[in-house]
C-alpha cells in the first residue's frame, strides 16, 4: 500500500500529464495556440479540462449585461407609452432569450467548479506554520486550482446575476403588456354615428391612401418580379406545388375513411376519428401550402419588404385556423349521415354549409387585420373603422348558426306534429343558453362599435372566434379518447381482448380504459384555460407560456403557486404507491414467509407495519412535492396538539394501542378472544381497532384501547394452533380403559381431525362420583376447530351408545 505523500504525488503526476492547462499559464496558452491536427500528429494529450474562458468568455459576458440594459433602457427605463403590443412583444422575446442563455451557461460551467474543488480537496490543506514545507510544485498547482475555482466563482456570479434579471425584465415586461393592453381595450373613441370620428377620418385619408398606396405598389412589384423572366416558371411550380397540396387534402378524405372502416369497429367512433384525423392533414396542408407558395414568390425577390413579409407572417398564423374551420364543416356537415359527428337532420346539415366557409374567410380577414393593427402605420380612426367593420360583419354570425338551428328544429317539430302550431320550443337548457349568449355578444358588440367601444367590440369577436374553434377541436379530442377507450381498450373490446390474453386482469383493463380518457380530459382543460386567457391572437408561443406557467407555477420574492404538475404527481403517487406496496406485500406472502417460522399473526403484523409506514412515506412526499416543509407544518402541529389535549385523545390512544398489539402481539390475527364476556376470531387489526367475528358471522369492531386496559382471555394462546379438547364425565361403574380406548378410536376415525397427530385421553380429575376424561385431537388444515369439536363430539356420543357405556346422570358433555 503506497503512502500518503506517494499516492498525492501518483494523483498530481497523473492530472498533469492529463491536463497540461493546469500545469502553469505559459503551458496552458502553448496547448491552447495548438491547432488538434498538430497535437495528434505529436502524439500530445489534448486537456481534459476547459478553461473558464472558453466556457463562457468575458466578451459573452459582456454581451449579455448589455442587452439586459439596452431591453431596460427602450422597455422600462424611459416609461413610453407609446409602446404597441408588437414592440413589447419584441422586449419581451428578447428578454427570454437572454434568460434561457443565462440558464444554459450557468448549467455548463457549474459543474467545473465541483471538478475544481475535487482537485483541491486532493492536495489537501497548505502546510501549518511549523509543519515542514511542501514541495514547490504542490505549491504551485494548488495556486493555479485556486486561481482557476476563483474565476469559475465570479463568472458563475455574474450569471446569476444576470439570470435574476433577466426573469424580473421578463416579468415587468408582462405587467407593461398588460396593462397597455387593459387601457387600450377600455378606449373610447369617436363613435362613427358622429361627425367628429368622419372629420377626423378625413382628415388623416390622404396619408392613409398614400401608405395603402405604398404597400399596394410594393404587392405589385413582388408579383411583377415573380412573373417575370425565367422566375415565371418558379412561380408557377411554387403555385402548381400549393394546389397539389390542397387536392390531396380535399381526396383524403375518402381514404382516411375506407381506413377508418377497415380497422376500427362500428360506432361513434368512427366519424369522431375521421373528423380528428381529416382536421389534422387539414391544418398541415393549409399550413405547408400557404408557405410554398409564399417562399416561392418572396425567395430572391427584392421587391419583398418588411411590410409584405409582416403581412404574409400573420396571415400565416390563420393558414391553419381556416383549414381546420373548413374541414369541421365538411364533416360536421357531411353529406352522409353516417359520418355526422352530431345527429342533425339532411336539411339541416345542407343548410348549414356555407358557415363554414364565411368563417373561413373570417379568419383570412383577422389576420390582414392583425397587420393592419400594428405594422401598418395607418392612422388610429383608420385602424378602428376596419375592426368595426368586421365586428358588424362577423358578429350576426354567432347568432345566424343557432338561430338556423332553431328554426330546422321547429320545421322538424311542427313536420312530426302533422302541422301544430305554436308549440313551445323544447330544445335543452344549454341550448337555450348559448343560443341567448351568442345572441347578447353580438349586440354587445354592435352598441360597443356604435358607441365608440371599438377595440372592445373587436376583442370580444375575436376571442369568442377563436375559444369557439378551439372548444370545439379540444371537444372532439375529448369525445375521440373515450370513445376509443370504450370501443377498443376496454376487456372486451379487441385490443383490450389481446390484453387479457397477455395476462392483464380485465377489471385493471376497464380501469384504465376510464381512467387514461379521464386523464387526457383534465389536460385538454389545461389547454382550454391556456388558450382562454392568451388573450384573443391565437399565438402559440404565448399558449405554451400560459400551459408552463399552469404546469410549473408562477414563483417570485413573496409568494408562490400550486403547478397543475405538482397536483398530478399528487394523484400519480398514491397510485403508484398503491401498487408498489401491493407487489411488496405479495412478495413476502408468497416468497419470503413461507420460508420462515411465523405465525399468521406475527404476518399479519408486519404487513400492517410496512403498509402504515409506506402510506406516511408517501404522505411525505406529497407533502414535499406541494412545497409543504416542516417549517411550514408548525401551525398544523400546534393546533393537533390543542385538539388532542381536548378531542382528540381517544383516537390518539387508539393509534398508540394499535401499535403496541402489532408490536407486542398479545393478540394476533385468527386468536380466539373473549373481551367484554364476547367471544369471537380476531380477524384483522388495524392503528386504530380490531375486527372480531363473532358466531352468528358478524363482526364486532373493537376499540384497541380495550385491549390494552382491560382484561382479554385468548384461548388460543393456551393450546397448540389447531389443537381442540373435550371432556366427558363417566361413573365410578364405568370401564375407563374400555372408554378411552373408544374415546381415542373413535377421534382417530373422524374425517376432520388430521391423522398424522394422534388423540390423547387423560383423566384430570376425580369428583362428585364420577371421573372426568379429557381427548385431545388436531383439526384438519383447513377445517375450523369450533366444526371439528363438533364432529368430534357427536361421534363420541354414537360410540358409547353403542358400546353401552354410561355417563353421569347429569348426561351432559362438556366442551372447552
Known amino acids: 500500500m503506497l503512502r500518503m505523500p506517494a499516492r498525492i504525488f501518483f494523483l498530481l503526476s497523473l492530472f498533469l500529464f492529463s491536463v497540461p492547462s493546469l500545469a502553469g499559464p505559459a503551458v496552458a496558452q502553448q496547448a491552447a495556440d495548438q491547432p488538434k491536427a498538430a497535437a495528434v500528429a505529436n502524439n500530445a494529450p489534448t486537456p481534459l479540462i476547459m478553461s473558464a474562458q472558453d466556457i463562457v468568455s468575458d466578451q459573452t459576458l459582456d454581451e449579455i449585461g448589455a442587452e439586459i440594459r439596452a431591453i431596460y433602457k427602450s422597455g422600462i427605463a424611459e416609461q413610453n407609452t407609446g409602446h404597441s403590443a408588437i414592440d413589447l412583444s419584441v422586449l419581451l422575446q428578447r428578454a427570454s432569450a437572454v434568460a434561457t442563455q443565462t440558464d444554459r451557461l450557468i448549467t455548463r460551467i457549474k459543474p467545473y467548479q465541483d471538478i475544481y474543488q475535487n482537485f483541491v480537496d486532493i492536495l489537501g490543506k497548505p502546510p501549518a506554520k511549523d509543519a515542514p514545507p511542501e514541495a514547490p510544485s504542490i505549491t504551485e498547482q494548488r495556486e493555479s ?7 469559475i466563482s465570479a463568472r458563475l456570479t455574474r450569471l446569476k446575476l444576470y439570470q435574476v434579471e433577466a426573469q424580473q425584465l421578463v416579468n415587468e415586461l408582462r405587467q407593461h403588456d398588460s396593462a397597455i393592453q387593459q387601457a387600450t381595450l377600455w378606449q373610447q373613441l369617436p363613435s362613427p354615428l358622429g361627425i367628429n370620428f368622419w372629420s377626423q377620418f378625413v382628415q388623416t385619408a390622404p396619408q392613409d391612401g398614400r401608405r395603402l398606396n405604398a404597400l399596394g405598389a410594393e404587392t405589385l412589384a413582388m408579383l411583377a418580379t415573380a412573373l417575370t423572366g425565367k422566375r415565371i416558371f418558379i412561380t408557377l411550380a411554387g403555385l402548381g406545388a400549393s394546389l397539389l397540396l390542397l387536392a390531396a387534402w380535399i381526396f383524403a378524405r375518402k381514404t382516411v375513411r375506407l381506413l377508418i372502416t377497415r380497422f376500427l369497429p362500428e360506432g361513434r367512433v368512427r366519424p369522431i376519428a375521421a373528423t380528428v384525423v381529416c382536421g389534422l392533414i387539414s391544418v398541415l396542408a393549409c399550413t405547408i401550402s400557404f408557405q410554398v407558395f409564399w417562399n416561392t414568390l418572396a425567395f430572391d425577390n427584392p421587391a419583398v419588404g418588411d411590410d409584405l413579409d409582416q403581412l404574409a407572417s400573420m396571415v400565416a398564423t390563420q393558414a391553419p385556423l381556416c383549414g381546420l374551420v373548413l374541414e369541421l364543416g365538411f364533416c360536421f356537415l357531411s353529406s352522409k349521415a353516417e ?8 336539411d339541416l346539415a345542407r343548410s348549414l354549409r356555407l358557415f363554414p366557409a364565411w368563417l373561413a374567410i373570417a379568419m383570412i380577414v383577422r389576420g390582414i387585420l392583425r397587420y393592419v393593427d400594428t405594422q401598418s402605420g395607418l392612422s388610429l380612426l383608420s385602424v378602428q373603422l376596419m375592426d368595426g367593420l368586421y365586428t358588424l360583419a362577423v358578429s350576426p354570425l354567432l347568432f345566424a348558426i343557432p338561430r338556423k338551428l332553431r328554426l330546422t328544429a321547429a320545421q322538424d317539430q311542427d313536420t312530426e306534429a302533422d302541422a301544430e302550431q305554436g308549440k313551445a320550443d323544447q330544445s335543452p337548457p344549454l341550448a ?9 355578444i353580438s349586440i354587445i358588440c354592435w352598441i360597443a362599435v356604435l358607441s365608440g367601444y371599438i377595440p372592445l367590440a373587436y376583442t370580444l369577436i375575436s376571442w369568442v372566434s377563436v375559444m369557439a374553434l378551439s372548444m370545439t377541436t379540444l371537444l372532439l ?60 391572437n391565437f399565438d402559440p408561443p404565448q399558449i405554451w407560456q400560459q400551459l408552463y406557467s399552469l404546469f410549473h407555477g408562477t414563483e417570485d420574492n413573496n409568494t408562490s403557486s400550486v403547478s397543475l ?31 420462515t417460522n411465523l405465525d399468521i399473526g406475527a404476518q399479519a403484523s408486519i404487513l400492517s407495519i410496512l403498509g402504515y409506514a409506506a402510506w406516511i412515506l408517501i404522505g411525505l412526499a406529497m407533502l414535499a412535492v406541494l412545497g409543504v416543509t416542516v417549517k411550514s407544518m408548525t401551525w398544523v ?23 403496541i398489539l402489532m408490536a407486542e402481539r398479545p393478540v394476533s390475527v385468527g386468536d380466539v378472544v373473549t373481551i367484554a364476556g364476547v367471544t369471537g376470531k380476531v380477524e384483522r387489526i388495524s392503528v386504530r381497532s380490531t375486527d372480531i367475528r363473532l358466531d352468528d358471522k358478524s363482526t364486532m369492531i373493537v376499540p384497541n384501547s380495550q385491549f390494552i386496559t382491560s382484561a382479554v382471555k385468548n384461548a388460543t394462546r393456551a393450546q397448540k394452533p389447531g389443537v381442540f379438547t373435550v371432556e366427558l364425565d363417566l361413573p365410578f361403574a364405568s370401564d375407563l380403559n374400555k372408554a378411552s380406548s373408544v374415546v381415542i378410536a373413535t377421534l382417530s376415525a373422524c374425517a376432520d381431525t388430521d391423522p398424522d397427530s394422534p388423540p390423547t385421553v387423560t383423566m384430570t380429575s376425580v369428583a362428585d362420583g364420577s371421573a372426568i376424561l379429557t381427548g385431545s385431537a388436531k383439526a384438519r388444515d383447513g377445517v375450523e376447530i369450533k366444526t371439528a369439536r363438533s364432529s ?20 351432559t358433555v362438556r366442551a372447552s
Not at 359520418?339 to 339532411?346: E, H, I, Q
Not at 382528540?648 to 401499535?659: K, R, Y
Open 565 to 595: 404538475d405538482a397536483i398530478l404527481l399528487c394523484v400519480a403517487l398514491p397510485l403508484a404507491g398503491y401498487q408498489a406496496i401491493k407487489i411488496v406485500k405479495s412478495w413476502f406472502q408468497q416468497r419470503f414467509f413461507p420460508a
Open 477 to 536: 379530442l375529448s369525445m375521440l379518447t373515450t370513445a376509443m377507450g370504450g370501443a377498443l381498450f376496454a376487456s372486451r373490446a379487441p385490443l383490450g381482448r389481446h390484453l387479457v390474453e397477455l395476462g392483464l386482469p380485465p377489471r385493471l383493463i376497464n380501469q384504465a380504459s376510464i381512467l387514461i380518457p379521464g386523464l387526457v380530459n383534465v389536460l385538454l382543460l389545461a389547454v382550454a384555460y391556456a388558450v382562454a386567457t392568451s388573450g384573443a
Open 339 to 346: 359520418w355526422r359527428v352530431f345527429a342533425m337532420s339532411d
Open 792 to 811: 368430534a363430539l357427536f361421534a363420541i356420543w354414537q360410540a358409547f351408545q353403542e358400546n353401552e357405556i354410561p355417563v353421569t346422570f347429569r348426561q
Open 432 to 440: 337555450q343558453f348559448l343560443r341567448s349568449m351568442a345572441m347578447g
Open 145 to 151: 486550482l485556486n486561481k482557476r475555482q476563483n474565476d
Open 637 to 659: 402541529v400546534s393546533a393537533l396538539s390543542v385538539g388532542i389535549g381536548f378531542g382528540l385523545q381517544s383516537i390518539v390512544q387508539n393509534f398508540v394501542s394499535g401499535i
